[in-house]
């Protein structure tokens, strides 16, 4: 067994495993500590990634494992996302006494994450999922005694439950229909019966669709994100808002690419893109939570990268465009997020007044966020948006790209109320904002942000011939 | 390296004034006229060292910026963009000299007035056409927080709808952009490459939704009727200077586009289209005319001639883009008459609105019922006042004049009967301008504003700069032609 194939993920559960050791054991004072284990944890793990990728792409445990160029992306990413979570973590979590297993939670998380990244067979594929599901409940209710984080807790939950359990009823009928769990054989076995059944594989693909909807937040299992983007613990907020749609987009671009044309997939994608990213943005619109509005944008920021999962049969660079506009909006993200945090969570519009004058530095990184979120020039997520536009009008989906625009437009409407508040407007009082390991961890995001605006040439040069391992 | 240097000193300079938290208000305006002259200075250099006789884009620089996309930070100039940065620059330093109250962040108003430069520059200078897109939308952010920070009465509701509108623009003509990029065999976005391959030049469904994109989106821009509901309440919300660089700098980009973009790229399309255009850019003028007669704020009636002279500006270019006769020199000359045009509405419509600002500092009114009689109070202002409106509604001898002469000679050769109707929009503008000076200037003084103060020495003095301009253009435009139509011709005759 090439065990070495699997070193950052046996680092990230085998730290998991330590964390959860040493908080049974530290004191409370200690509890802390458990952060800096975790950095180092993720540390380790995204160095041992990017050794991977000087291998050449391909599969590995009997093809069940994918160790290619789009997985490892993923994966740094979402290390690199845990690790800004992590930084942001301590002052939040610094008034509960024992809060050492939460780090813990976060490194199962991010490994589910990672497996459904990677999973090149349906079975890794349910286990990727429900592992991410069932260590990032808790994360959400994490604040147990606050009413808001219970509800949203609970919502995330049966939300989840129900679309795991569909996920796992397509993947067994898809077993049922080709024999074979495993992506390659299956691609084969679609290939030589065609329209077999072509019912039982539409219901197939259905479930599976949802079941991972669900992850990327995207309609008709979205509804979860708004919540938690309110009440869940903000650290938690940026994680869940971040991670889990990295993972879910590779894993559906690389389950759709299986599918043969029959199954009319893209246009089925493309109607859930544009409604996602229109409901997403109209509930946005009126939102006086700048946290939920957060959480909404989220919503229509999966319906573009959709777009991307769309076109990933036809369009050559549609996993570049995909893997560039995953990493500018989780950068954007993380920032607007790790601002939240800093200041101390707040949610309401009106508690942002006078942002501009108080915290000057909260109030660029938020207004930087985004307008990257937005897709402004020359910030990443311009690039994002951009590359995605051009996949799709190449692809023959000049609507989507139109679609895309329009929504983009509304999008600006609510981004901009959030700096209007921020630089227009006034207010006396002070500002409390959390300790220094926020401020760090904002600063860090929003350069990372920056960085990615600059050099975006490097990465797209990195990303010019990426495609999945087959 | 002198385009570069011209973009980039702006943008140091708020940089620098971000930086320096204790200065007063003075400095910080002494030292943001400081750096924005300095960059028209280097604009001034590039046009001593640009040859009429040489090849189309000058002083180009280019460095590599995201080679895997075919995009690079590549610079240049031919005469019309030349002639209108100039201007741009020139309109910027004014400006920020022209005395204004900017509360208590002052560094903060001057750094965005600089960034604004940089990127108004940018727009004119770039040769890659997602570099000129990025400048494109930067604008928009730096005049939002204008409006939005300093403007007055509805600020942040003008200031949002001016961006939420304009961006619709901006998608439009991304999308456009992409489509021409995928258009070529090498997707570049090398305007000069454009421009020698045409990629498009067809009429089919494909060319022509492009086209719609792209002229949809600078329609937006310059605005054209019946896209320009942003610009009336933009105008009269902004602080008098933001409100002379969004007439005088930012409308030139809706117009300035359609040359470098479709006219350039895609006159096949263009010429297929031309009539229509015109005939839009006809009703803009009638239209902008008319309205603004029957404004009875300042900086509304203002604002609605604006529209009416951009209209003048796309009449020559779609003028210049018709293939119905073969009247080479006549596409040409209104080619010229759009350039021209756009550089003596930036001028006098920055220096009316600069006026208009200084109302507002002294009344805080803009209602031209509540003036009166200020010949003999404010002479000085009278005087330039007078000016910059006859100069706006075509007084031979003044800026205006060369360009609509140009502009209507050109269209009598190819649309006879567009110029016939055209020419009756310059009489309800001779109208609307003799009525907004009687009721500013002459009449009896109403007795609160007997305290009204003379024009200021800074005042004046920026405003003498933009009269004398206006001037010299209008009695020797030959220094502005040669430049204009060393590209006009190869625009024109090199089809």
Known sequence: MPVGDLLPEIVILVGAVIVVLFTAFAPQQRQDWAAGLTLVILGVASVLSLMQWQQAPGLTFSGVWALDAPAIVAKLLILLSGMVVVLLSPDWMHSDRRHGEYYALCLFTLLGVIMMASASDTMELVLGVLLSSASSYPLVAFHRAWPPALEAGMKYFLVGALTNALLTIGVVVLFGLVGDTDYQHMAEALGESGDGAPLALSIATACIVVGLSFKLAAFPAHVWMPDVAQAAPAPVAALLTVAPKVGAAVALARFVSLLPASQIWPAIVALIAVVTMTLGNLAALRQTDVRRLLGWSSVSQSGYTLMAVVVVGIAPQALRALLAFLVAYALANLAAFSVVTHLRGRTELDDYRGLACRQPLAAIVLIVAMLSLVGIPPLAGFFGKFLLFEVTIDAGYPWLAVVAAINTLVSLYYYLRVVAVMIFKTSQGETHVLGLWSRLAMLISIMLLVVASLGVEGGLAVMQSIRFAD | ?495
Not at chain 2, 1 to 10: D, E, F, G, Y
Not at chain 2, 239 to 260: D, E, F, H, N, Q
């Open chain 2, 1 to 495: 390296m002198i385009l570069s240097t011209a973009l980039a000193l702006p943008l140091l300079g708020a940089i620098a004034l971000v930086g320096t938290p204790h200065i007063s208000a003075l400095q910080a305006r002494r030292v943001a006229a400081g750096f924005a002259s300095l960059s028209l200075l280097a604009l001034v250099v590039a046009w001593m060292g640009f040859d009429p006789a040489g090849s189309l884009f000058q002083h180009v620089d280019e460095v590599n910026w995201v080679p895997s996309l075919g995009m690079a930070y590549r610079v240049g100039v031919d005469g019309i963009a030349l002639v209108v940065a100039t201007m741009s620059a020139l309109l910027f330093v004014a400006a920020i000299l022209y005395p204004f109250d900017a509360g208590d962040q002052p560094r903060q108003y001057y750094a965005w007035l600089l960034f604004l430069q940089t990127m108004s520059l940018g727009v004119f200078l770039a040769l890659d056409l997602l570099l000129f897109y990025v400048f494109f939308d930067l604008t928009l952010v730096g005049m939002f927080f204008l409006i939005g920070r300093w403007g007055h009465g509805e600020a942040q509701t003008a200031a949002l709808k001016f961006f939420l509108y304009t961006f619709a623009g901006s998608l439009l003509l991304l999308l456009g952009i992409i489509g021409l990029y995928l258009s070529l065999d090498t997707p570049t976005f090398d305007m000069r490459v454009l421009i020698e391959q045409q990629p498009l030049a067809g009429t089919g469904l494909y060319a022509g939704l492009i086209f719609l994109g792209l002229m949809l989106g600078l329609a937006i821009k310059t605005p054209l009727v019946p896209l320009h509901t942003w610009l009336p309440p933009a105008h009269v919300d902004a602080p008098g200077p933001a409100s002379a660089i969004l007439a005088g700098v930012l409308l030139k980009m809706g117009t300035y586009g359609m040359i470098r973009l479709p006219f350039a790229m895609m006159h096949v399309t263009f010429a297929h289209y031309a009539l229509p255009i015109a005939i839009i850019a006809l009703v803009a003028i009638l239209y902008g005319a008319l309205v603004a007669l029957g404004q009875k704020n300042l900086k509304r009636r203002i604002a609605y001639t604006s529209i009416n002279h951009m209209g003048y500006t796309v009449l020559g270019i779609a003028v210049a883009a018709a293939l119905v006769s073969d009247n080479q020199a006549a596409r040409q000359l209104a080619l010229t008459g759009a350039t021209v045009e756009m550089v003596a509405h930036g001028l006098i419509t920055g220096a009316l609105f600069l006026i208009s600002g200084s109302f507002w500092q002294r009344t805080g009114e803009y209602d031209l019922d509540h003036y009166g009689g200020l010949a003999h109070q404010a002479p000085l202002l009278t005087g330039f006042t007078v000016l910059a409106a006859f100069a706006s509604l075509g007084m031979p001898g003044l800026a205006g004049f060369v360009a609509e002469f140009q502009v209507f000679t050109g269209t009598f050769a190819v649309y006879p009967w567009l110029a016939v109707l055209g020419i009756i929009g310059i009489l309800i503008t001779a109208a609307l301008f003799l009525d907004m000076l009687r009721r500013l200037f002459f009449g009896r003084l109403p007795s609160h504003l007997g305290e009204f103060p003379e024009l200021g020495r800074a005042e004046w003095g920026v405003l003498a700069v933009l009269a004398l301009g206006i001037v010299v253009i209008g009695v020797s435009p030959r220094f502005l032609l040669t430049l204009i139509e060393a590209s006009s011709s190869v625009l024109v005759g090199g089809r």
